[in-house]
């Protein structure tokens, strides 16, 4: 069973364009996180909830909007996308100071 | 605010022979570390982690780390090295309160050589 998946994992699209990513975890984690890798491998944080709640924003464009429907899902919807985007995506999950689980990473091209 | 510096952006050995990555953090409350590792075109897989307790921690696929209070230092270590072992190293620190978001290094590339 997969801890932390996201769809999908390749996402190739042009400038412009509006995409979502999906993140689900059935590990019953409260907190959830988008993390952006940027092509020299560098990773930081952009947004995080618990429980529904936004707890963390990164001075993150605001073309980038996170969605929470629930503690197990996390979204994240990106408005009129720029070429700076392209970058693998990672969600992942966890409960206080316990390890984060990851997904394999949204792997976003922008032509 | 939290940072990680990890000292070495590749290290290249032999296999067989010992390697040690460096990671030095700085913050001024208490925190927590972890190592990850990143194998090409996959996500990350946690190594081991420091929460409380004994300083030398054991972790997956034989490596190890020192937590060092006073020198800030989380290095990871392992006594014998394979090529399977090639891949992203990242240190990373998170600290209490409403959120614990990881702050990453910028990852060291262990490269093993036959």
């Known amino acids: 069973d997969t801890a932390v998946s996201q769809t999908p994992k390749y996402l190739v699209t042009q400038m412009g364009n509006d995409k979502s990513i999906k993140c689900e975890q059935n590990?019953?984690?409260?907190?959830m996180y988008w993390y952006k890798q940027d092509s020299k491998k560098f990773l930081k944080i952009m947004f995080s909830y618990n429980n529904k709640e936004l707890i963390i924003n990164e001075t993150v464009p605001n073309r980038f909007s996170p969605k929470s429907p629930d503690k197990a899902h996390l979204n994240l919807h990106i408005n009129s996308l720029e070429l700076g985007d392209s970058a693998v995506y990672f969600c992942?999950?966890?409960?206080?100071?316990?390890?984060?689980?990851f997904g394999d990473g949204t792997r976003l091209s922008i032509l | 605010a939290q940072s990680v510096t990890q000292l070495d952006s590749q290290v290249p050995v032999f296999e067989e022979a010992p390697v040690e990555l460096r990671c030095n953090y700085s913050s001024s409350v208490s925190v927590y570390l972890f190592w990850y590792v990143q194998y090409p075109n996959q996500g990350l897989q946690l190594l081991l982690k420091?929460?409380?307790?004994?300083?030398l921690v054991k972790g997956i696929n034989g490596f190890e780390a020192e937590f060092n209070k006073s020198q800030t230092s989380f290095h990871l270590r392992k006594p014998s090295v394979h090529i399977s072992d090639t891949a992203e190293y990242f240190c990373?620190?998170?600290?209490?309160?409403?959120?614990?978001?990881?702050?990453f290094g910028k990852g060291t590339l262990l490269t093993v050589n036959p």
């Open positions: 590990l019953g984690h409260d907190t």
């Open positions: 992942a999950s966890g409960t206080g100071n316990q390890p984060q689980h």
């Open positions: 420091y929460l409380s307790g004994s300083t």
């Open positions: 990373a620190v998170s600290r209490g309160g409403s959120n614990y978001k990881l702050t």
